[in-house]
């Protein structure tokens, strides 16, 4: 059997400008696979995201997607990304409907498809009614919605979502679980930093839990308690 790394990150040192941050980080995930990064804050774990999705260049190691390294010259790779950041980032001047069709041009996606699926999403994050409102004036939920929205309208083989569970609603989380089952199922893998750890248990088939700019350990939850014993029933202890 072929274990496909969709994303493999090896012996990653980088950071901001001067400032170090990521000491040495590597691990993969696997086709199909929702891993969980997490750690204490600030340990690095957005950082390792920025550097995934192109933001900030390593000083050393390697980041490769499907095997190929990405690199800077290059930007195709960021058609293979769909990214939910932390904090929504939209254009103040665009309507949601634009938000979506600017989606559609940048992954180069058919957009009878594109918009066929949008409509089940804007539906499903009850957004339907609202396709010439400016999403850059939402709420904190509605603007990570509309983010979510266009980050499953791209079929990119790599979803990296950054601390979803803050700031949706708990029917929202629900429905981004249930997406986000869904995309695994068609083999799309996930990497999702939270501090959730009782949601994410259930839904990551795997962890990767940062600490000081190093990848302290990775396994199941229950591994990860078993090597760090004194870590009480929840790793927000650590
Ligand atoms: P959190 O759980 O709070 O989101 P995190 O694990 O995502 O934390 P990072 O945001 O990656 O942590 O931060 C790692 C380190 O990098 C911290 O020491 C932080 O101060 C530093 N840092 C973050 N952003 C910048 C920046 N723009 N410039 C310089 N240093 C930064």
New binding site residues.
């Given amino acids: 059997e072929v274990t496909i790394l969709t994303l493999e990150i090896s012996h990653l040192v980088g ?2 400008s001067q ?1 170090p ?1 990521l000491k040495d980080i590597s691990f993969d995930v696997r086709d199909g696979e929702l891993v969980g990064l997490i ?10 995201i ?1 550097h995934i999705i192109g933001l900030l260049t390593p000083q050393k190691g390697i980041i490769k997607i499907n095997g190929v390294t990405i690199k800077d010259d290059n930007q195709s790779y960021k058609q293979q990304i769909a990214y939910i950041p ?1 904090m929504p980032i939209l254009y103040q001047e665009l309507t949601l409907r634009e938000h979506i069709n600017l989606t559609i041009m940048a992954y180069g996606l058919d957009e009878k498809d594109a918009w066929q699926k949008a409509d089940k999403l804007l539906k499903t994050f009850r957004l339907e009614n609202k396709l010439d409102w400016f999403p850059a004036n939402f709420s904190k939920g509605m603007k990570q919605k509309v983010m979510i929205v266009c980050a499953f309208v791209t079929d990119a083989p790599l979803m990296i979502i950054d ?1 979803p569970f803050l700031g949706l609603d708990p029917l929202a989380v629900h429905d981004l679980l249930s997406l986000i089952e869904e995309r695994k199922h068609e083999g799309a893998s996930v990497l999702m ?1 939270t ?1 959730a750890l009782d949601t994410a248990e259930k839904y990551c088939d795997r962890f990767v839990l ?1 600490h000081d ?1 190093q990848v302290k350990i990775e396994g199941s939850l229950a591994e990860l308690q078993e090597a760090l014993p004194g870590v009480g029933e929840s790793l927000d202890d650590i």
Avoid: Q, R
Avoid at 39 to 48: E, F, P, R, V
């Fill in positions: 950071g901001y400032i941050v750690g204490l804050n600030g340990a690095g774990k957005s950082t390792t920025n932390e601390e930093s501090h940062l700019g």
